[in-house]
């Protein structure tokens, strides 16, 4: 290790002026330089949580287009499944752990490292971190460690540095560790469909939301917006009062909606495509709407 009086100007740049220590070892100069630029990396990552405890109002759909949307624009996406249902995993053709492989439950709860859990998928820039089945205990393991609301954090801070978005696709509930996975976003956005109960759930989400906000003393989370899923058209006059509450939230910003596109949707999935990447699709506006929606959230800017 070699002694160094004073450290070169790049050490002082990248602390951003603030000189250094006189007496600093060659090791030390280089940690320092390092912490700085991870840090530089970190506080471009984006993690963004797509979440309503309503089952099947489209999460997972979204979070696997808006993952291709981003990919498009040539960010490196991470897609962490939070829902043992692991649709998201499977969504992009990864195979989930086996009870003997390491887990995302293992990792989130001994604080190991995350790296050798992310898988690359089909698509160049979009990597899965997998759920697996033992995750279905895994709120209660959280609850019981005392410390489960910021466990979450810890593993998505080690994963910053190497993504410029992270979309973690939640499980539809509110418990534990949906809690400590929002704490570990930056912001959310929520996903709808056109449904008297999508309204509760939207109101139930957003408090569940607060609170846990308030537990873990963050007054920094930022909720994106809502997206609207499964749109269909025209609509009963009942659905159309909802879908207009929807639109213009009091509390939510409106940020677009999908209409029902089965068919691309599925095809693509069958081949662990978003369809911005499966371009042989019987329609080619569907992707589209999730380009608009990627801009409205100031995701990417239109191109
Ligand atoms: N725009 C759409 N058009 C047609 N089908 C859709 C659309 N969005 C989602 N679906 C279908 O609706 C079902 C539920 O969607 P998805 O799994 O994305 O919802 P989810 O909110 O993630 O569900 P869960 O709460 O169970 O995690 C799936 O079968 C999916 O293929
Ligand atoms: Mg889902």
């Known amino acids: 290790m070699t002694e160094t009086t004073a450290a070169p100007t790049i050490g002082a740049q990248a602390a951003g002026g603030t000189p250094p220590p006189k007496k600093e070892t060659e090791q030390e100069r280089q940690d320092r330089i390092r912490a700085v630029l991870e840090q530089h990396r970190r506080e471009q990552c984006r993690v963004l949580a797509m979440c309503n405890q309503k089952g099947g109002v489209g999460k997972t759909t979204t979070t696997i287009q808006l993952a291709g949307t981003l990919a498009e624009y040539g960010r490196r996406v991470l ?3 939070g829902d043992p249902q692991r649709n998201a995993t499977t969504g992009f053709r990864v195979r989930p752990p086996g009870p003997n492989d390491l887990t995302q439950a293992k990792v989130v709860l001994d604080a190991l490292d995350p790296l050798p859990l992310i898988r690359e998928t089909n698509v160049p820039g979009i990597y899965v971190l997998p759920a697996s089945i033992d995750m279905s205990g895994l709120s209660t393991a959280l609850r019981d460690t005392g410390t489960g609301l910021r466990l ?11 993504f410029d978005d992270i979309l973690f696709d939640q499980r539809p509930a509110l418990d534990m560790d949906t809690d400590s996975q929002l704490v570990a976003c930056d912001g959310a956005i929520i996903m709808t469909d056109v449904d008297e109960w999508s309204m509760e759930g939207l109101k139930m989400q957003l408090a569940q939301q607060s609170r846990a906000m308030r537990r873990a003393e963050r007054d920094d989370f930022d ?3 809502l997206i609207i899923g499964r749109v269909q058209k025209p609509m009963g006059k009942f659905d159309a009062e909802v879908y207009k509450l929807l639109q213009s939230h009091p509390r939510v910003r409106c940020l677009g909606e999908i209409p029902v596109r089965a068919a691309d949707l599925k095809e693509a999935r069958n081949k662990g495509l978003p369809v911005t990447h499966y371009k042989k699709t019987a329609r080619t506006d569907t992707a589209e709407f999730f380009r608009g929606i990627a801009v409205n959230a100031g995701l990417v800017k239109a191109a």
Request: hydrophobic residues 55%; charged residues 30%; proline residues 6%.
């Open 152 to 162: 979450y954090r810890i593993m998505v801070d080690k994963l910053r540095p190497f």
């Open 223 to 225: 909720v994106i917006g």
């Open 79 to 81: 897609v962490l499944d």
